[in-house]
């Protein structure tokens, strides 16, 4: 489990490559404060980073808001980067959420596009 370890190292974890649309299997966290690191090749995919309680029922994560972000968000649905369109390069995304479960879903995958992802799961105490 992601979150409860002192040791940074122990509390990441690197899903394999996606070359076709689907979801990573569940990692599960404990802890509020995680970031999704993205890395998106030959291409653009759109990328939806998803929470869940129970690892079946799954809802799209905000990502914590900050100016830069705000800046380039135009429609003020407080959500910015995720369920969003993401070319060929690596981006982070920073959360604040309460769930048990964190997975990645991407779709758009046509030919040689290919998505993978890393997630860091701090906990506040640690």
């Not at 996606?18 to 802890?31: D, H, K, M, V, W």
């Not at 900050?66 to 959360?95: C, F, I, K, L, P």
Request: net charge negative; charged share 15%.
């Amino acid at each position: 489990m992601l979150g409860l370890h002192t040791v940074v190292s122990d509390n990441q974890h690197g899903w394999d490559a996606l070359s076709a649309n689907g979801s990573t299997p569940a990692a599960e966290i404990r802890g509020t404060f995680f970031t999704i690191v993205h890395k998106v090749s030959n291409g653009t995919v759109t990328i939806t980073d998803e929470g869940s309680l129970d690892g079946t029922v799954w809802w799209p994560l905000k990502e914590i808001a900050h100016a830069e972000a705000q800046a380039a968000d135009d429609d003020d649905d407080g959500v910015h980067g995720n369920g969003r369109s993401h070319s060929s390069g690596t981006t982070a995304s920073h959360y604040r959420a309460a769930c048990r479960y964190v997975r990645v879903t991407v779709s758009g995958v046509g030919g040689s596009e290919t998505m993978q992802a890393w997630i860091q799961c701090s906990n506040a105490a640690n």
